[in-house]
């Protein structure tokens, strides 16, 4: 852990309920296999911190920086991420079936491998140049998020909502989508990824007229 000069709120103790830790410093600390019960977090510094085999149940963390945080075999049920860094952050090896929610979060240059994500709720975030590869994102929402760059691969994405996203391009061909929404500029680029011309986007000033 790196030396903050502030005393480990964590040391000697394994759980922790109904307790709420504010403007925490703990970059590269160790919180493998604590288990936090209806906690909240706000104004903490994890960053690169390790949480492995770790389980967060009904917790919320509030304007935390959390990059690169590595949460291998963590077990999230009903965890909130609120205005949070998560950039960098691997998640293909997080516990089973998660219940989790990102809300106004930055999680660029993310990784989702084969991560049950089915009903995860992306309100708000910046999603730059995310991999999203062979996960369920089955009713995942997508609310006024930033998809540009990001990579969809092998997914089941049937009944995603991706309507109210922006920067969305994935292949039909490599993903099951049926079912899921998107918006007309969606469409448009998926559209002319295939080659097609849709009429009175990409036509020429005079052929419109």
Known sequence: ?????????????????????????????????????????????????????????DCVFE????????PAKLGVRGVEFRNCRLT???????GANPAIAFIGCNLQYASFVRVNLTGTRFTRCRLLEVNFVESRLVDAVFTESDLSGSRFDH?????????????????PGRNTVKGARINLA????LATAAGLK????????????
């Open 1 to 57: 852990m790196a030396d903050t000069g502030q005393p480990d709120p964590f040391a000697g103790r394994d759980q922790f309920e109904d307790e709420t830790f504010t403007d925490v410093e703990l970059p590269q600390g160790d919180l493998s296999g604590k288990e936090f019960i209806r906690c909240r977090f706000e104004r903490g510094r994890f960053e690169a911190s390790r949480w492995q085999g770790a389980h967060l149940e």
């Open 88 to 94: 960098g952050v691997d998640w293909s090896d997080i």
């Open 155 to 171: 997914c089941d994405l049937r009944k995603a909502d991706f309507s109210g996203a922006q920067g969305l391009l994935l292949d």
């Open 63 to 70: 304007g935390c920086d959390l990059a690169r945080i590595q």
């Open 186 to 189: 969606a469409a448009v680029s």
């Open 198 to 209: 849709v009429s009175g986007f990409d036509d020429a000033p005079d052929e419109r007229r």
